[in-house]
C-alpha cells in the first residue's frame, strides 16, 4: 500500500524477517530498531567521525581538506566514502611511524 506520495510506507514498520523469511527472533524488532550503516553524515557527525571539532572541518572543508556537503532535501549532507577518500589523504606522522617500528635484534633481517 502507498501512501498519496506514492511512496512505500516507512521502513521503520518493516517486520525483520531471517535469511530464509522467517519472522525475527526478537519479537517486535523493526527495522529502526537495529543499528543501521548510514552513507550520509550532518557536519558534526562527520568532524567526529574523522575526530576533529565541526569547527576544525569546517577549515579543513574551507582548506580543500576534506568534501563538500552535497545536498540532499535542502540539508548538507556529507558522503562516508568521500570522507575515507580525503582521510586517506591526509599526511602521516612520520615520527610517530618510526617510534612503532619493533626492535631488531642484532643479525635480523627487517620484515619484507
Known amino acids: ?3 498519496s506520495s506514492g511512496l512505500p510506507p516507512p521502513l521503520r514498520k518493516a517486520k525483520l524477517v531471517t535469511a530464509d523469511g ?4 526478537q519479537p517486535g524488532a523493526t527495522v529502526n530498531t537495529l543499528p ?4 550520509g553524515l550532518t557536519l558534526l557527525e562527520a568532524a567526529v567521525y574523522v575526530r576533529v571539532s565541526p ?3 569546517t577549515a579543513l572543508m ?3 581538506r576534506m568534501p563538500q556537503p552535497r545536498i540532499i532535501g535542502g540539508k548538507r549532507v ?5 570522507l575515507d577518500i580525503y582521510f586517506e589523504a591526509m599526511p602521516r606522522d ?3 611511524l618510526k617510534q612503532r617500528q619493533p626492535a631488531r635484534r642484532p643479525g635480523q633481517r627487517p620484515p619484507a
Open 55 to 57: 569547527n576544525r572541518f
Open 62 to 64: 574551507d582548506e580543500g
Open 1 to 3: 500500500m502507498t501512501r
Open 94 to 96: 612520520e615520527r610517530t
Open 78 to 82: 556529507w558522503d562516508v566514502v568521500e
Open 22 to 25: 522467517q519472522p525475527s527472533p
Open 36 to 39: 543501521l550503516p548510514r552513507r
